[in-house]
């Protein structure tokens, strides 16, 4: 990976968790990422569901809805740093290895996104592009919202993982003494930050800058 590369995928997928993706793509604008942004019909459904969101039909106007959205959150974005591209718009870049990002986050990602993309399906846009990274050698972080998982599922994990991919399910910690729903969100974002290797100051480092029980310190 480039280390200049400032652009990445972001897919969202019908899997619960719609709260994760917008914290993951504020954070991303916030540092000056160009996002390609691919939504799901089901992921849709989701966003209505759980953050009373609903996305515009057109890609155009799904990238100026996000865009305004974060600008009325005091987030700069420029109007590049978003584009969406629909489920198969397979003249987009993040269709072909040779003009797609490097890096590439479906966030939720539902089981059967992850499915297809163990099998290597590529029947619409989210599958092809997550299809690409995986065969350009780029970095690919899938992160699931399911319980429990049956051997299907773990197959599919395994399988990615073997192939190099990054699985980062949607585990908030506890350590970090969460006050908040916003807190939980904050720790599954800042761990997938940090695998982007991209700043962030949601959360405290584990052993630094969190608070220390006098545990364990006897000699």
């Known amino acids: 990976m480039k280390r200049n ?3 990445i995928t972001l897919a969202i997928t019908g899997a619960s968790g719609a709260p994760y993706a ?8 916030a540092q000056k990422q160009q996002v390609m942004v691919l939504i799901s019909s089901a992921a849709k459904v989701v966003f209505a569901t759980e953050e009373n ?21 005091g987030v700069e974005v420029a109007e590049e740093q978003i584009q969406v591209f629909g489920k198969q718009e397979w003249f987009s870049p993040v269709a072909s290895g040779s003009a797609a990002p490097k890096r590439m986050v479906i966030c939720p990602c539902s089981t059967g996104t992850l499915s297809a993309v163990a099998t290597g399906a590529s029947d619409n846009l989210i599958e092809r592009a997550a299809d690409v990274v995986l065969k350009e050698r780029g970095q690919l972080i899938l992160v699931p919202r ?10 599919h994990m395994l399988k990615l993982a073997q192939m190099g991919a990054t699985i980062m399910p949607a585990s908030p910690g506890f350590y970090h003494q969460p006050q908040s729903i916003d807190d939980l969100i904050n720790f599954v974002v800042a761990r997938i930050l940090d695998h982007l290797d991209l700043d962030q100051s949601l959360i405290g480092r584990w052993g630094y800058t969190l608070a220390q029980p006098q545990i364990g310190k006897e000699l």
């Open 146 to 155: 399911e319980m429990p998982l049956h051997a299907i599922h773990l197959e």
């Open 53 to 73: 969101i609903q996305i515009p039909s057109g890609t155009e106007r799904a990238a100026e809805f996000l865009r305004t959205r974060l600008q009325q959150q």
């Open 22 to 29: 917008l914290r993951l793509l504020e954070c991303l604008v």
């Open 5 to 7: 590369d400032a652009r």
